[in-house]
């Protein structure tokens, strides 16, 4: 075997985590490298290395269309036990049982797993990667997961995976680069040694001009002509040109293919004519293995295909369109595939045929965004509002636009559906479109035209006894339930439950029956009836699941959560926010995720983990196509997270919050928003602004059904009347009523330290005041404690001095174990080095150092060691 160059160290770390997962702590390691970088060569050696003590098992992303859902996990398939992918199996599914093979102790061999080009994955097999890094540490397992940096760039899918998997205990990242001078002069002396009649490279001009890519570097060399041109394409397509004609076309017919062609295709497409691939077989240009063609690096095949003649392009393309569809008397039809070269044929029927069909297994499996693709894909070849199918392919476009929070794609698919609808006089799905509309808009943070749309909606479908009226009722019960008006949520989702009545059993009717339960139990455990409110929400959630029904469970999730963390129950939030993101994230639910993730960074907040909230929240809003409804609460989050610690940076959040909020004008928005502005009013000295902005939101509390909204706006006040018409949450009635020492002991035992120390300091006592600034300083609340000592001063009383950094307890609340951990993580040291150093199992290690990550809310270890404190000389 040779060695590959300038890759040994990279070699020696993946055998180690080889070693480490054959002992049952797995690994799954993020292999970057550019493209041509030789990530392939790297992953085949290991392979080649292991092949005799592993279960190896590789599977491709390809680039050459839209994908089909879990393809590479498809193609490992053969190498993985029976039992991974049942027939009907849900991707959920699927995932968990391959996790449970991978954890079977019986198995002699560990496996290796290796998921190549990740850039191009399909949504489900980003969730499969996801789902596999949070739990391979407790596999026999290594896997790798190759892709190239320079595609992934800010807002694709794997940049999001890497960053939810960089605090997983057993996730790794390994970086190819390019080759140095040395290695390149290397190569092009062992070339010329072996062709002496070929001119000499120029060993300069090829390393600036290739960078050290390997592959550049090699197609230079093999193209046999000593000159280096400017692009890896122009390398290529040198050595293409001295194939002859008949092996040139039958390339062309490979590079359209895809990422590998089947030989039994290709002897269709070719006539068979198979032997006229032996020349760039022979020439090295292309590969052949496991009865499958392809070439020997993606780079070489776009090179061969881009600047094909646009109309060869069409002619093969339906060449291998003919052959595929020869293929489905047999029953197995690749739909992805079928439509992909379809569109590139031109045959609008057979894409109008194949690609919805594809769109709906990619929806079955979670991989929602392929299924956006393909309904795109089919709308481009269904013209005209007279094509019937268009209508019902813009309404599922809509509805997977909705799930993947392309909520302004979704509104344009549905008003377009809508047109044709009326123009046709279908009064029925007119009301249901309206309906879809009103709840769009909703996420669109335009409450005024989402009601205007409930309205018409019920209007066009009143009388109808359809499922789609008593959905229609259960919107305007949820805009209810928005609003915190419990009884209007009462009234209209018990006329949705009546309307269910003549509407025969199936799928409709229990959706509808979900999401009036989940309206109405919502209601009941905002205004207070918990038990009652509970009991409806879970049987919303578990008839969902059941029913496969991912939006309404998605939905459930959220509103438990929510509920949970406003009401400062944290177990109980902390536990349905476990629950819900798995069940979102392995679902491909961005919406829903992305508002689970603003409610984890306001449960942080609220345990006081500032900087973790802060990253939190962040990490949210670096969606920049994230609906206003999932903006709303990191938005606070990062403005109070600044504010407490004595970042001016806050105005910059707050103020865009507090135009989202007013815009919603909900309280459940308008509640935290307006709570944040007025503590940051204080933490500035400005207590009659503060009083000022609760007044202003204060009609609206008081007509909400919100105990807990209402009180955050009445402790501002400085009534201590402000309780006296509607119930407030006990911590807040407390301080309303001017009891801050036991509104603080609540706060404390809710759990809430910087609540806590924030009624001990508007107390206006001297003793609550000097303990709250110390609760302040042991937050690293910087902000609120410089505030407090000048209440203190001003009122006359001396103020506890600021204390040293060493002084200080750990602000993210690292523990004195974590923090040992940190300190070594500093220092470099691997897991085995730290368990080694602090006499402690590996295993136990690697939970401090997830603990470490997620108390500091960073995604690596290089990350948290640049977090941690100087040693002192």
């Known amino acids: 075997m040779v060695r590959l160059l300038e890759r040994d160290q990279q070699a020696a770390a993946v055998d180690g985590y080889f070693a480490e997962a054959a002992d049952g702590h797995g690994r799954i ?56 992918w049942p027939p009907e199996a849900t991707g959920h599914e699927v995932f968990a049982r391959l996790v449970t093979a991978l954890r079977e102790p019986g198995l002699r061999e560990p496996f290796l797993l290796v998921v190549e080009d990740a850039h191009w994955a399909d949504e489900a097999t980003l969730d499969l990667v996801r789902h596999l890094a949070r739990r391979v540490h407790t596999c026999r397992a290594l896997v790798l997961v190759t892709y190239r940096p320079e595609d992934v760039v800010t807002g694709h899918p794997l940049r999001v995976v890497l960053g939810d998997a960089a605090t997983a205990p057993g996730a790794r990242r390994l970086d190819l680069p390019g080759l140095s001078r040395s290695a390149v002069e290397h190569l092009a002396r062992e070339y010329a040694l072996a062709h002496p009649d070929v001119a000499p490279a120029d060993v300069e001009r090829l390393y600036r001009v290739s960078g050290g890519n390997p592959f550049f570097v090699t197609e230079v060399l093999s193209a046999g002509t000593g000159a280096v041109p400017p692009t890896v394409r122009d390398a290529v397509l040198a050595r293409v040109s001295r194939l002859t004609a008949p092996a ?67 002619a093969i393309h339906r060449r291998i369109l003919a052959a595929l569809l020869a293929r489905t008397a047999d029953g197995a039809v690749d739909h992805a595939r079928v439509a992909h070269h379809a569109e590139a044929a031109g045959d609008a029927a057979a894409v109008v045929d194949h690609a919805p069909a594809a769109a709906a297994r990619a929806a079955d499996l979670g991989a929602h965004r392929e299924a956006v693709h393909q309904y795109r894909r089919a709308l481009r070849f269904a013209h005209g509002p007279a094509d019937g199918r268009r209508a019902d392919l813009l309404w599922v476009l809509g ?28 009064t029925v799905r007119v009301g249901d479109a309206h309906r879809c509309l009103s709840r769009l808009h909703w996420f669109a943070g335009r409450n005024a035209v989402s009601e205007r749309e409930a309205d018409l909606a019920v209007q066009a479908l009143q009388g109808s006894g359809t499922v789609e009226l008593a959905m229609a009722y259960s919107n305007v019960a949820q805009l209810r339930m928005l ?30 029956r979900v999401h009036a339960l989940n309206n109405l139990g919502t209601a009941e455990v905002v205004s207070g009836d918990f038990d009652a409110g509970i009991g409806m929400l879970t049987a919303s959630l578990e008839q969902a699941r059941a029913a496969d029904l991912h939006e309404h469970a998605a939905r459930a999730y959220c509103n438990l959560v929510s509920c949970a963390v406003a ?110 502005r007025c503590e940051i009013a204080w933490l500035s000295g400005e207590t009659e602004r503060a009083r000022r902005f609760a007044a202003e939101t204060w009609p609206k509390a008081t007509a909400a059904d919100c ?153 690596s270890r290089r990350e948290a060691a640049s977090r941690a404190e100087p040693r002192q000389p």
Not at 300 to 310: N, Q, S
Not at 486 to 512: F, I, S
Not at 573 to 590: F, K, P, S, T, V
Not at 803 to 832: I, K, N, T
């Open 248 to 314: 040139c076309a039958a390339l062309d017919v490979v590079a359209l293919c895809g990422a590998r062609a089947d030989m039994d295709l290709l002897e269709q497409v070719l006539d068979d004519d198979l032997e006229v691939l032996d020349e760039p077989l022979q020439r090295g240009l292309l590969t052949a293995a496991a009865g499958e063609v392809a070439f020997r690096h993606e780079l070489a095949r776009l090179a061969v295909a881009e600047p094909m003649p646009a109309f060869r392009r069409v």
């Open 29 to 84: 390691v993020f292999v970057a490298g550019e493209a041509g970088v030789g990530k392939t060569a790297f992953v085949g050696r290991l392979v080649q290395r292991v092949a005799e003590v592993a279960r190896v098992a590789v599977g491709g992303c390809d680039g050459s269309s839209t994908p089909a859902p879990l393809g590479p996990l498809v193609e490992m398939l053969p190498r993985l036990p029976a039992q991974v």
């Open 567 to 676: 009401q400062r129950r944290h177990a109980d939030a902390a536990a349905r926010l476990e629950a819900g993101l798995q069940y979102c994230i392995d679902r491909d639910l961005d919406a829903w995720t992305l508002y689970l993730q603003g409610l984890q960074a306001q449960l942080m907040l609220n345990r006081g983990q500032t900087t973790a909230a802060r990253v939190g929240a962040e990490k949210v809003l670096q969606r920049i196509e994230s609906a206003p409804t999932s903006q709303v609460e990191p938005l606070v989050v990062q403005a109070l997270a600044l504010a407490r610690t004595g970042d001016d940076g806050w105005r910059h959040p707050m103020d865009r919050v507090v135009r989202l909020a007013e815009g919603i004008g909900e309280i459940q928005r308008l509640g935290p928003v307006t709570a944040a």
């Open 707 to 859: 105990p807990w909204n209402r009180g955050s706006v009445a402790t501002w006040l400085g009534d201590p009347s402000a309780g006296d018409d509607a119930p407030l949450a006990p911590p807040y009635a407390l301080e309303v009523a001017g009891r801050w020492v036991e509104a603080a002991q609540l706060w404390q035992e809710l759990g809430c330290p910087h609540e806590h120390a924030l009624a001990l300091a508007r107390s206006g006592e001297r003793a609550p005041m000097t303990e709250a600034v110390e609760r302040f300083d042991s937050l690293a609340a910087t902000g609120a404690a410089a505030r407090t000592r000048a209440l203190l001063r001003a009122s006359g009383w001396s103020a506890p001095r600021t204390p040293r950094a060493r002084d200080r307890r750990h602000p993210d609340g690292l523990s004195a174990r974590e923090s040992q951990v940190l300190a070594l993580l500093a220092e470099g040291l691997p897991d085995a080095a730290i368990a080694e150093r602090l006499v402690l199992s590996r295993r136990t290690v690697e939970h401090h150092v997830a603990a470490v990550l997620r108390k500091l809310g960073v995604r």
């Open 399 to 426: 509805y997977e636009c909705y799930l993947t929070d392309q909520v302004e794609d979704a509104l344009d698919a549905v008003q377009e559906a809508l047109e044709i609808w009326a123009a046709s006089g279908d």
């Open 483 to 512: 609003s915190s008006d419990v009884h209007g949520t009462r009234l209209w989702g018990r006329r949705a439950l009546a309307a269910l009545d003549p509407v025969p059993d199936g799928r409709k009717r229990v959706e509808v």
